[in-house]
C-alpha cells in the first residue's frame, strides 16, 4: 500500500521480525510512548515474545510505515472486532520524521485498509488531550471526539486525561467521494 503528494511517497507493508530493532527502539524513547500511555521500557526478548505470541492473530493487523527506503514508523489496527466490525487505531512516527506529514499519508493508507479490505464500520483511537497536534491530524483525517476519559492514565507521576475519537466508514467513503468531485 503506498500514497503520497508531494514529500516520498509512503507506503505500508507488514511487520516483519527484521523490524523488531526499530520497534525496540522506538518502544524505548520516553517521549513516544508517553503519547501511547505505556512504560517506555521493554527489554528486546519480551518484545521478541509478543511478536512470536500475535503474529498470527487475526484480531490485529501492524505495518510498518516506510518512506524511501526508511522505516519511519508504525500503524497497527488493534482489537478487531469481526463481530461489531470495529477496531483501534494507533499510530507511532519515529521522532527524525516527524513534521514530514507521514502520520496523515499513513493513516489514509491505514484506513483505507481497515474500511476497504477489513469492510470495518468504525476505526476509534485513544489520544492525550493534551497531544494538540496528533488531534488535529485525527480530525483532518474525519475523526471527531466521542468522549473524555478523565484522569484515566498515570505517566510521569500525573494522571491525564484522554479523548476517544472515531470515525465511521460511510463517513470515510462520502470524504473520499467529495475530495474526488
Given at each position: 500500500m503506498s500514497g503520497g503528494s508531494h514529500s516520498p511517497p509512503v507506503r505500508l507493508r507488514p511487520l516483519e521480525r527484521e523490524d523488531l530493532p526499530f520497534i525496540h527502539q522506538l518502544d524505548n524513547n520516553a517521549s513516544v510512548m508517553r503519547y501511547w500511555f505505556e512504560e517506555p521500557y521493554e527489554a528486546f526478548v519480551e518484545l521478541s515474545d509478543l511478536y512470536d505470541k500475535h503474529i498470527h492473530d487475526q484480531n490485529e493487523r501492524r505495518f510498518i510505515i516506510a518512506s524511501s527506503d526508511a522505516k519511519v514508523g508504525l500503524v497497527e489496527l488493534v482489537e478487531?472486532?469481526?463481530?461489531?466490525?470495529?477496531?483501534?487505531?494507533?499510530?507511532?512516527?519515529?521522532?527524525?520524521?516527524?513534521?514530514?506529514?507521514?502520520?496523515?499519508?499513513?493513516?489514509?493508507?491505514?484506513?483505507?485498509?481497515?474500511?476497504?479490505?477489513l469492510n470495518l464500520y468504525k476505526l476509534y483511537l485513544i489520544v492525550d488531550?493534551?497531544?494538540?497536534?496528533?488531534?488535529h491530524i485525527y480530525n483532518k483525517l474525519g475523526f471527531y471526539t466521542e468522549g473524555e476519559l478523565i484522569d484515566e492514565f498515570f505517566i510521569n507521576g500525573c494522571y491525564r486525561t484522554a479523548i476517544r475519537m472515531c470515525v465511521f466508514q460511510h463517513q470515510y467513503f462520502a470524504s473520499k467521494a467529495d475530495k474526488k468531485a
Amino acid at each position: 500500500m503506498s500514497g503520497g503528494s508531494h514529500s516520498p511517497p509512503v507506503r505500508l507493508r507488514p511487520l516483519e521480525r527484521e523490524d523488531l530493532p526499530f520497534i525496540h527502539q522506538l518502544d524505548n524513547n520516553a517521549s513516544v510512548m508517553r503519547y501511547w500511555f505505556e512504560e517506555p521500557y521493554e527489554a528486546f526478548v519480551e518484545l521478541s515474545d509478543l511478536y512470536d505470541k500475535h503474529i498470527h492473530d487475526q484480531n490485529e493487523r501492524r505495518f510498518i510505515i516506510a518512506s524511501s527506503d526508511a522505516k519511519v514508523g508504525l500503524v497497527e489496527l488493534v482489537e478487531i472486532d469481526y463481530i461489531h466490525r470495529r477496531a483501534e487505531f494507533q499510530i507511532i512516527i519515529d521522532p527524525a520524521y516527524q513534521g514530514q506529514g507521514h502520520a496523515t499519508k499513513a493513516a489514509k493508507l491505514a484506513m483505507e485498509y481497515a474500511f476497504s479490505v477489513l469492510n470495518l464500520y468504525k476505526l476509534y483511537l485513544i489520544v492525550d488531550k493534551e497531544n494538540i497536534k496528533a488531534i488535529h491530524i485525527y480530525n483532518k483525517l474525519g475523526f471527531y471526539t466521542e468522549g473524555e476519559l478523565i484522569d484515566e492514565f498515570f505517566i510521569n507521576g500525573c494522571y491525564r486525561t484522554a479523548i476517544r475519537m472515531c470515525v465511521f466508514q460511510h463517513q470515510y467513503f462520502a470524504s473520499k467521494a467529495d475530495k474526488k468531485a
